[in-house]
């Protein structure tokens, strides 16, 4: 069974411009969610979705959003970048995305922003 | 948001050495308690997910406490091996919702 797949694995982008990040999760997982990671900082909660709904934000600037698509693949749009957007954007997929289901990380896109 | 603490930050043991770390959180907004290790150039991986107070589990040489009352949880690793090093994370989970710690980064010296 695949696991939970992120593209691109790395990313460059200068303040101003836009990134899209790909999540794939486990195959029969409809559950997504997406985390930052930054030095010092614990994972931040962006969102979760479930069903191609946004059942739960973060505490994010409006910048930051996210889709689901029928097959519970998932996107995450940043735009007009700034540079402490610089971080590792991990997704973890499970099946329905409650509390007691453990949570399938992918490897994560790094993005920096010069 | 629920304020998530782990200690130590960092944690440099011997081989062959028992360790133990802890998780604080809020003892009134919880639903489940999550333990993740994250080896370095690899993906979080689950380790426990822990929902009544009192509740013990155990995965091999890593077992894992829960005090939901006081709001608490240990991880306990019993004669550590180099390749338990990696950074290990707690989360407390409450509607639909993971609050991770920063994490216990532990360095298993050979």
């Not at chain 2, 809020?26 to 690899?42: D, G």
């Not at chain 2, 090093?85 to 609050?99: E, K």
Request: proline letters at 4%.
């Amino acid at each position: 069974k695949a696991g939970v797949t992120q593209t691109p694995r790395y990313l460059i982008k200068t303040r101003g411009q836009q990134v899209t990040l790909s999540c794939s999760p486990i195959s029969g997982h409809r559950s997504v969610s997406w985390y930052q990671q930054t030095p010092g900082q614990g994972l931040q909660f962006l969102f979760e979705y479930f069903s191609e709904t946004q059942r739960n934000k973060g505490n994010f600037p409006g910048r930051f959003s996210g889709r689901q698509f029928s097959n519970s693949r998932s996107e995450m749009n940043v735009s007009t970048l700034e540079l402490g957007d610089s971080a590792l954007y991990l997704c973890a997929s499970s099946t329905s995305g409650g509390e007691v289901e453990k949570l399938f990380f992918g490897s994560g896109t790094q993005l920096s922003v010069l | 948001i629920l304020n998530v603490e782990q200690s130590p930050q960092s944690l440099h043991v011997q081989e062959g050495d028992s360790t133990n770390f802890t998780c604080s959180f809020p003892s009134s907004n919880f639903y489940a308690l999550h333990w993740y290790r994250w080896e370095t150039a690899k993906s979080p991986e689950a380790l426990f997910v822990m929902t009544l107070n009192g509740d013990e589990k155990k995965k091999g040489r890593i077992s894992a406490t829960l005090n939901t009352k006081e709001g608490y949880s240990y991880l306990y690793i019993k004669g550590s091996q180099p390749e338990d090093s990696a950074t290990y994370l707690c989360a407390p989970a409450t509607g639909n919702q993971f609050y991770f710690g920063t994490g216990t980064s532990l360095t298993v010296i050979p």
